[in-house]
């Protein structure tokens, strides 16, 4: 689909009548039609909305159409009842000036429609959320429920208003929508009752025949077939195009969103439903003896059905239907009704039992959807009222609908023309006054208080005596007939005097949009609006509350004899309410076209069309459009819309506002003759020119915007810097903090240390210093204590000398005084008692000390050294004879318990101790060894049993030797056997003697000096054996092994000579022919702790012995 960007863009026609050109009625038809033709509904005069209706859906409605209006200028794109609303809207919101959509035209131009349509718009754009979509809801559900009560089938309109409405939407200071509140205006109620040809009673009745479920018709009593019942017309009963069963499930379901309780829809229904039923009831004629007729319900079922449905008790309302009550004063006076009172008093019941009910369901609407908040409100008006109408026949209804378009073209007029021309005089503007029709003289007609056809009939209906429509005429003719906009048969207007198309009971009104005329039957009526009393005291005693609620009047607690105002004096009142709202509200209009008369799209009759043209008064409105300005506003609002686009007033202007809209003006070299200063305003004269500033400021928002953003970017990366310089700040201060903290502790712990080692060096001196005090001190003691000593000693040597010379004198003494007492007392004493005192106490003495001998005697081991101390010194040589005495006392007792061989063994180990303690190393180590002698067991052990038999004598050692090998150093196993004369050498395994070697012809034998078990078995030179040479062996029980040959050695040579034993490191042993030295060197320890002996050349072997731990 093409977008357009502009109203300029691809124009069909010209989008703004005001840029018409030339300007004529009929270039200005022509350019409607051009524009119908091409699907192009909606035209602009200035800011006003013509729009034709097209009779059949256009693809223009859409979302994406929504979102392409949304926040555009008005003029940005082509002519829609969307930008209309756009700007609306965001002149609510953003200007904070409440507005009215004003929508005018005839019958079935469009009006409810488009109302429908801004309201949608509006609530596509405003905003969203849960609440605020709950109350669109409600708003927009509000309209299939006032519609299915208030809409029907005219000639004109297959789904016309039969009520006005006016609807306030209140917006938030954000714009979003609160609630709202509906004004309804006279529903022309005599449809329910009675419909011209070839229309239909309101929609309610055929949608609940068609689309209720048998179930609920069932309940509420009624038959499908809509020929059932009196108050349905039958000739239209189905509309080409209205599914009424679909359109009672969209009521039902409006219902529940708007709010409706389930029982409440249940009691609207039962309402509905009675007022056919009521349309049902008949009444028949019966003579009463006075000779009058008095009516009687003909068939009760129908009475009965009603009845039962709205909980009344049957006979009091068949009663209302035969008598009348009426109550002057204190007086009751009850007449009879006849026949066609009792059809008068259904139908009048029948019509106040829907109106209503059409009134409480507004109210109840308007319960819904008022606004929660009490906070001041946005208020956004839009009326929909019935359109202008002349039907062959005009009653009442199409007079007070009439007058109502008269008061709403005055005020179009008041806005749009007189105010727009009188605000150019205002404002100093020079100005060419343009002539239009002013139907304020037609309002005066009908609505002036003193003489005005409302007023007349009021007055007619209120005065005492015969009453009718007649006298009202009557009335009319003598107070009207010389009005210029007034027509009747009898006019005293001679002008009309020979006009005999006017029937006699008619009059005509010359209206802005026609001359309508009006059948005065039933306006009195009509406009009395009575339900006789016993009707609605019936009502009141239904047991249904809504009928109740519907009936306050027929309480007979409250019972009120004055008359209630008159229909159309109520309505003068809420037209003259509604005007005085629309009057505090900006105006939007949208001018309704309708382009044929047969509901027909792509229909476009010129005449039909001319005809509104002229008498909406579009022509003048485009001719005070153009000859004016396009576009105004005040000084100080225009300067801060556009102060951008100059750099002097950017961003304020200091000073006065109309200055700084010259200087913008100036400085965008605006020509002259497109704008005018008024006295507080600015016009604008081209919509062009405003095009130009409105393009110009976008593109300044843009720059700015990007101005803007561009600040922003830099603040929020300035801050974003600043944000991250502090933390790094704070960063670095915790980081310096935690540096110092360590590098304090660091400190801390060396000062710790270095304080430690002064205080230790403090108190080391010191106690050096303590020491050395108390050395002193100590030494002081001691020398003090020597010399105390000294002194002591002295004083002591000084004392005992004193003493001795004390004891001396006193022996001396003694002796001079024993010598003298002997000398005195000899010859009483025999000469020897002293000899036996001294021979007794000596024995005593000897006696204490043997028996304390015995008992501190020593053990019995003859190596315990010890012995008591002596007692006295005379005893000192006794004591040590007897320490003599008793050690070879022990010893002899120790002996006495050797066996012989066991004596044998120690004889041994005292030889071996005598040849080998302190010269071999290997010697401590054999000591604790028991000399076994016959390891091998060789008598016993029969694998030895050849060798043993080869030895005769007794084989005193019997062991495994290694038999060197002079060429490499390595050993052979070889057992050695001993024996009192040999020494033998026999293999290992086969026990065959390899050497014996009588003991005569060894020599001697050579061993080490350290820890190994090598020996050499030197043979006698010159001697049998030595043939062969010497053997070097080696041997665990290296030292048994050389004690025994010592010992056998020496007991088996005949001279006696022992057999020698060197102990040197270093010997030579004959091998055959070559003397080979032996060499016993300390060697690494090795594992096995073994000697090893290697050859080192033909004279030297050397054995390597690990050195002992
Ligand atoms: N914009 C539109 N697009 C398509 N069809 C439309 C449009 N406007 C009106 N109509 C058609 O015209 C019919 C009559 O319109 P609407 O009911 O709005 O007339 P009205 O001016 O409200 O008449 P009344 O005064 O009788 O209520 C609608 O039922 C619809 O079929
Ligand atoms: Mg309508």
């Not at 005839?106 to 801004?118: D, F, M, P, R, W």
């Not at 029907?152 to 609160?178: C, H, Q, W």
């Not at 609920?216 to 195009?241: I, M, P």
Request: glycine share 4%; net charge positive.
């Amino acid at each position: 689909m093409e977008v357009k960007t502009s109203l300029l863009d691809n124009m069909i026609g010209v989008g703004d009548m005001v840029l018409l050109e030339p300007l004529s009625e009929d270039s200005f038809l022509e350019n409607l039609r051009k524009r119908f033709d091409h699907n192009e509904i909606y035209t602009y005069i200035g800011s006003v909305v013509i729009s034709v209706n097209p009779y059949r859906s256009l693809p223009i409605y859409s979302p994406e159409k929504v979102e392409e209006y949304r926040n555009r200028n008005f003029y940005e794109l082509s002519p829609h009842i969307y930008a209309l609303a756009d700007e609306a809207y965001r002149s609510l919101r953003d200007q904070d000036k409440d507005q009215c959509i004003l929508i005018t035209g005839e019958s079935g131009a469009g009006k409810t429609e488009a109302s429908k349509l801004v309201m949608s718009y509006v609530a596509a754009v405003c905003g969203k959320g849960q609440e605020v979509n709950k109350v669109k809801e409600q708003l927009l559900q509000s309209n299939p429920v006032l519609e299915a009560f208030g809409n029907a089938k005219t000639v004109r309109n297959d789904n016309s208003s039969r009520f006005g409405k006016y609807m306030d939407i209140e917006f938030d200071f954000k714009g979003d929508p609160l609630g709202g509140v509906i004004s309804n205006y006279l529903l022309e109620k005599s449809r329910v009752v009675k419909q011209p040809r070839g229309e239909r009673n309101f929609h309610i009745f055929y949608q609940l025949l068609s689309g209720a479920s048998d179930d609920t018709l069932k309940k509420l009593k009624l038959n499908r077939d809509f020929s059932k019942y009196n108050y349905l017309s039958l000739d239209s009963a189905v509309v080409t195009g209205l599914d009424d069963a679909a359109s009672f499930r969209t009521v039902k379901n409006a219902m529940q969103i708007v709010g409706f309780m389930e029982d409440e829809v249940q009691s609207v229904l039962e309402l509905v439903a009675a007022v056919l039923k009521l349309g049902n009831i008949e009444f028949k004629p019966e003579s009463r003896c006075n000779g009058a007729d008095e009516s009687r319900v003909k068939d009760k079922n129908d009475l009965k059905e009603m009845c039962e449905l709205l909980g009344i008790e049957q006979t009091v309302l068949e009663r209302a239907f035969s008598y009348r009550t009426v109550e002057a004063k204190l007086e009751k006076v009850s007449t009879t009704l006849n026949v066609a009172q009792a059809y008068y008093a259904r139908d009048a019941l029948a019509k106040n039992l829907y109106i209503r009910l059409f009134s409480w369901l507004v109210t109840r609407i308007n319960e819904s959807i008022k606004a929660q908040t009490k906070s001041r409100h946005k208020v956004m008006g839009v009326l929909d009222i019935y359109g202008f109408e002349i039907f062959e026949d005009n009653s009442f209804e199409q007079f007070i609908i009439n007058y109502c378009n008269e008061k709403l073209q005055q005020i179009f007029i008041e806005l749009t023309l007189r105010e727009e021309q009188e605000e150019y005089v205002r404002e100093g503007i020079e100005w060419t006054n343009i002539e239009y029709f002013n139907n304020a003289i037609i309002c005066d007609l009908i609505e002036n208080n003193q003489n005005g056809i409302m007023a007349m009939l009021d007055e007619e209906c209120l005065r005492p005596g015969t009453v009718t429509d007649e006298t009202f005429l009557d009335k009319l003719n003598t107070v009207c007939a010389e009005h210029q906009h007034f027509e009747s048969r009898l006019s005293k207007n001679s002008k009309f005097l020979n006009d005999h198309s006017l029937p006699h009971s008619c009059f005509r009104i010359q209206h802005y949009a026609g001359k309508v005329l009006y059948c005065v039957e039933g306006f009195v009526d009509k406009n009395n609006d009575l339900l006789y009393r016993d009707l609605s005291q019936a009502m009141f005693k239904a047991n249904h509350s809504l009928i109740k609620q519907l009936f306050p009047e027929g309480n007979p607690a409250k019972v009120n004899l004055k008359r209630p105002p008159t229909a159309g004096f109520q309505f003068k009142a809420s037209v003259g309410t509604l005007m005085k709202n629309l009057q505090t509200k900006n105006p939007n209009y949208i001018r309704c076209i309708k382009p044929n008369d047969k509901k027909a799209a792509h229909i476009f009759t010129e005449s039909l069309v001319c005809h509104q043209v002229r008498y909406l008064g579009l022509m003048e409105n485009v001719r005070v459009r153009r000859a004016g300005y396009a576009f105004r506003q005040l000084y100080g609002p225009c300067l801060e819309r556009y102060k951008m686009l100059c750099k002097r007033t950017w961003p304020h202007w200091r000073g006065p506002e109309r200055e700084g809209v010259e200087v913008l003006m100036a400085d965008l070299q605006v020509p002259t003759e497109e704008f005018s200063y008024g006295r507080s305003k600015i016009f604008i004269r081209n919509p062009r020119t405003l095009f130009f500033l409105e393009e110009r400021r976008r593109q300044c928002l843009q720059d700015l915007a990007t101005l803007i953003q561009k600040i922003y970017r830099g603040w929020k990366c300035r801050t974003h810097f600043l944000l991250l310089k502090k933390s790094q700040i704070v960063v670095a201060a915790w980081y310096r903090r935690y540096a110092q903290q360590k590098k304090y502790q660091k400190i801390k712990s060396a000062t710790t240390v270095v304080q430690s080692y002064t205080r230790g060096w403090q108190a080391r001196k010191l106690l050096r210093e303590l020491k050395h005090q108390k050395r002193c001190e100590e030494a002081a003691s001691t020398i003090a204590a020597y010399w105390h000593g000294a002194q002591a000693r002295r004083e002591l040597r000084r004392l005992k000398e004193e003493a001795r010379r004390k004891h001396a004198v006193a022996v001396i003494w003694a002796c001079w005084q024993g010598l003298k007492v002997r000398r005195e007392y000899r010859k009483f004493f025999r000469a020897n008692a002293g000899k036996k005192i001294y021979n007794f106490t000596i024995q005593r003495i000897m006696q204490k000390y043997f028996l304390a001998l015995r008992r501190t005697l020593p053990s019995m081991s003859p190596i315990d050294k010890s012995w008591p101390a002596r007692p006295y010194r005379f005893l000192d040589a006794a004591h040590a004879e007897l320490r003599a005495i008793f050690h070879l006392w022990r010893c002899k007792k120790y002996r006495s318990q050797f066996t012989e061989e066991k004596k044998a063994v120690y004889e041994e180990k005292l030889e071996a101790s005598e040849l080998f303690k302190d010269k071999k190393s290997l010697y401590p180590s054999s000591v604790s060894q028991p000399f076994k002698g016959d390891y091998l067991e060789i008598s016993k052990n029969p694998k030895y049993h050849k060798l043993s038999s080869c030895v005769e004598e007794k084989v005193l050692l019997a062991d495994v030797v290694n038999k060197i090998n002079r060429a490499n150093g390595k050993g052979a196993s070889r057992i050695l056997l001993l024996t009192k004369k040999n020494v033998l050498l026999a293999d290992q395994k086969t026990g065959q003697v390899k050497a014996s070697v009588a003991l005569p012809d060894l020599a001697s034998v050579s061993v080490s000096t350290q820890n190994d078990g090598f020996f050499a078995l030197k043979l006698r030179e010159g001697s049998a054996s030595a043939v062969k040479g010497d053997f070097l062996l080696s041997s665990e029980h290296l030292i048994e092994t050389i004690t025994k040959l010592h010992h056998i050695g020496s007991t088996a040579s005949d001279d006696g000579v022992r057999l020698n034993v060197d102990i040197t490191d270093e010997f030579l042993v004959q091998f055959k022919q070559d003397k080979v030295c032996v060499k016993f060197i300390q060697g690494a320890p090795k594992n096995g702790n073994g000697a090893s002996c290697k050859r080192k050349n033909n004279r030297l072997l050397e054995v390597s012995v690990p050195a002992t731990a």
